[in-house]
């Protein structure tokens, strides 16, 4: 690269983190918002929290990166606009490409990142982020529940322990649950101790009872037990499978052949389909909103025009293009024949916005409409007046004498 090109490609890359940091900031502290009630309600420490809303991050940073993209490139071509930069650029026989090319260097680099996450970064914080979460599961009855307390976990689930060892085992376990609104049940067992077996923990009960009721009109029945588990996946709302990978958690091996016992896949197959090809369609984005900022705000103009409108359709133009794939996604699960079109719009937004640059055209805003509807005007009213200045009579002023 040139020193100009080098010089731009700084500026942009510099305008780009400093954007994506703003942004992965402001979708942070939005997941940290949600996510606090795992320290106020559930007894977990911040570094948990901490460590739960960054593994949240990467799932949206395919969304954002782009999009920062898009407004480090417009900063830095207006900028230079700005400071009649471009415009000597161009005097000097410089084309539009010799100011788009570190540009599109920046967006290479910018969609192989895209790639890199969709592909490891996401599937692999996606399944920590998992694995996060059963550890919550797992602390919530040595953390939550205090020793002469009733706690309730989630509605209509009650919790009562005498006492905790020194090793963590809960003496005295009483539990009611309640949510099943045909049978009620209570647990009690002189002992209780949490047993972790991955993906899933489970409540070990030793020497205790059952008390199960159904019918109100029926006495309740009374079991006895010496050892007795449960699962404590069934303390938090989930689906029936929870344990299966859901698409966004898979690899591509994974993604690309699925389990045929996978619950997930039998029931939405579209699923597994639209983001496999999601995943690739996705990185041509930077790439096509580098090109759309280019043929909108890229060629030089003079300080008198107003570049506002060139910016607001170069982020218009971007915005509904990628809000387009986004839709297209879901008519992909319904219907496989759509695929194409996941790859159809940021392609097309690439080739219109490279006819557009090598043809030389400008955004018409609307001020340009009125400037050219005024000039026609001015045309016609000259033309008019001239006509009746021809057929209106002179009259011929006679000279003064000089005495």
């Known amino acids: 690269m040139s020193i100009f090109e080098r010089y731009v490609f700084r500026q942009a890359a510099g305008?780009?983190?400093?954007?994506?940091?703003?942004?992965?900031?402001?979708?942070?502290?939005?997941?940290?918002?949600?996510?606090?009630?795992?320290?106020?309600?559930?007894?977990?420490?911040?570094?948990?929290?901490?460590?739960?809303?960054?593994?949240?991050?990467?799932?949206?940073?395919?969304?954002?990166?782009?999009?920062?993209?898009?407004?480090a490139t417009i900063h830095t071509l207006n900028r230079l606009n700005g400071d009649s930069e471009l415009i000597v650029f161009t005097a000097s026989?410089?084309?539009?490409?010799?100011?788009?090319?570190?540009?599109?260097?920046?967006?290479?680099?910018?969609?192989?990142?895209?790639?890199?996450?969709?592909?490891?970064?996401?599937?692999?914080?996606?399944?920590?982020?998992?694995?996060?979460?059963?550890?919550?599961?797992?602390?919530?009855?040595?953390?939550?529940?205090?020793?002469?307390?009733?706690?309730?976990?989630?509605?209509?689930?009650?919790?009562?322990?005498?006492?905790?060892?020194?090793?963590?085992?809960?003496?005295?376990?009483?539990?009611?649950?309640?949510?099943?609104?045909?049978?009620?049940?209570?647990?009690?067992?002189?002992?209780?101790?949490i047993v972790k077996q991955d993906p899933a923990a489970y409540l070990l009960m030793t020497k205790g009872h059952i008390v199960r009721r159904g019918d109100p009109q029926k006495p309740p029945e009374i079991i006895a037990f010496d050892n007795y588990a449960i699962d404590l996946n069934r303390f938090e709302a989930k689906d029936d499978d929870s344990n299966d990978l859901k698409p966004r958690e898979r690899y591509y091996s994974e993604l690309a052949n699925p389990e045929a016992t996978s619950a997930v896949y039998q029931r939405a197959p579209g699923q597994f389909r639209s983001?496999?090809?999601?995943?690739?369609?996705?990185?041509?984005?930077?790439?096509?909103?580098?090109?759309?900022?280019?043929?909108?705000?890229?060629?030089?103009?003079?300080?008198?025009?107003?570049?506002?409108?060139?910016?607001?359709?170069?982020?218009?133009?971007?915005?509904?293009?990628?809000?387009g794939a986004l839709a297209m996604n879901f008519v992909v699960v319904l219907n496989a024949a759509m695929t194409p079109l996941l790859y159809l719009i940021p392609l097309a937004a690439i080739l219109l916005s490279t006819v557009v640059i090598w043809r030389g055209a400008k955004p018409r805003g609307s001020s340009i409409l009125a400037n050219r509807l005024r000039d026609i005007g001015d045309s016609a009213w000259t033309s008019v007046a001239r006509a009746a200045g021809k057929l209106r009579p002179t009259r011929t002023v006679p000279k003064r004498r000089m005495p």
């Open 275 to 323: 983001e496999l090809h999601e995943r690739f369609a996705n990185p041509l984005f930077p790439i096509a909103f580098v090109m759309i900022a280019l043929a909108a705000v890229g060629q030089a103009q003079s300080t008198r025009q107003n570049r506002v409108e060139r910016a607001v359709v170069a982020f218009v133009g971007a915005v509904a293009s990628r809000l």
């Open 93 to 193: 026989g410089a084309t539009i490409w010799s100011v788009g090319r570190p540009l599109i260097y920046l967006a290479l680099i910018v969609a192989a990142s895209v790639s890199f996450v969709n592909h490891i970064g996401q599937p692999w914080s996606l399944r920590l982020l998992r694995d996060y979460l059963v550890q919550i599961r797992t602390d919530l009855l040595s953390q939550v529940i205090q020793p002469g307390r009733f706690s309730s976990p989630e509605p209509k689930l009650t919790f009562h322990i005498r006492e905790r060892s020194l090793n963590g085992e809960l003496l005295g376990l009483i539990m009611h649950d309640q949510r099943d609104p045909k049978l009620s049940q209570a647990y009690l067992a002189e002992r209780g101790t």
């Open 15 to 71: 305008a780009l983190l400093l954007i994506l940091l703003s942004l992965s900031g402001i979708v942070w502290i939005a997941l940290a918002l949600r996510q606090l009630n795992v320290v106020t309600s559930q007894g977990q420490d911040a570094w948990l929290l901490l460590k739960l809303t960054t593994l949240a991050l990467p799932n949206l940073m395919a969304i954002i990166a782009p999009f920062a993209l898009l407004i």
